[in-house]
């Protein structure tokens, strides 16, 4: 039995307030590599990891990015990672983010990238915002996949 989304109402319409839709758009999948920093070396705090991967897009290492993640969770990510290539995902949504000259908040789009690696497991290593609030979601997260599978790094596009 799913949980039940709906609000309780007395009479006149019954709302959903159901997470909305949204679309990822996913890549082939893509040899990756990846390596552990453990904590105490490179400013890794105690008790935390960092995983630091590159995607292999076209033979050349590519999609650079590092992912802090708790010293317990370590061996089943690399337990993941191991088990077979992962695909891409983005997926675009609205996110409120501060603007910078008034201090208030507007709704902008941005894309989050995961790796799904083949048992299922979803790592989020990243997330692009858009250049202004008139930017569509979905169309932020199909330019994003377009320029992973293109070769682009990742630092660069959440540079955008």
Aim: proline share 6%; aromatic share 6%; charged share 20%.
């Amino acid at each position: 039995m799913g949980a039940d989304t709906t609000l309780a109402w007395f009479g006149g319409e019954q709302q959903d307030w159901s997470m909305p839709k949204t679309n990822a758009f996913v890549t082939p999948r893509y040899p990756v590599l990846f390596s552990i920093v453990s904590a105490g070396t490179s400013g890794v705090p105690t008790g935390e990891a960092e995983l630091v991967l590159a995607l292999l897009v076209a033979g050349t290492p590519s999609f650079l990015a590092a992912h802090r993640v708790p010293d317990q969770a370590v061996e089943e990510l690399v337990a993941s990672l191991e088990g077979g290539d992962p695909r891409v995902a983005v997926v675009g949504t609205w996110v409120g983010s501060e603007e910078e000259l008034t201090g208030q908040m507007e709704r902008r789009a941005a894309a989050f990238i995961s790796l799904v690696c083949t048992d299922g497991r979803r790592i989020t290593v990243a997330r692009v915002m858009g250049e202004g609030s008139d930017t569509a979601p979905n169309l932020l997260a199909r330019h994003v996949v377009r320029q992973i599978s293109r070769g682009v790094q990742v630092p660069d596009l959440v540079g955008r």
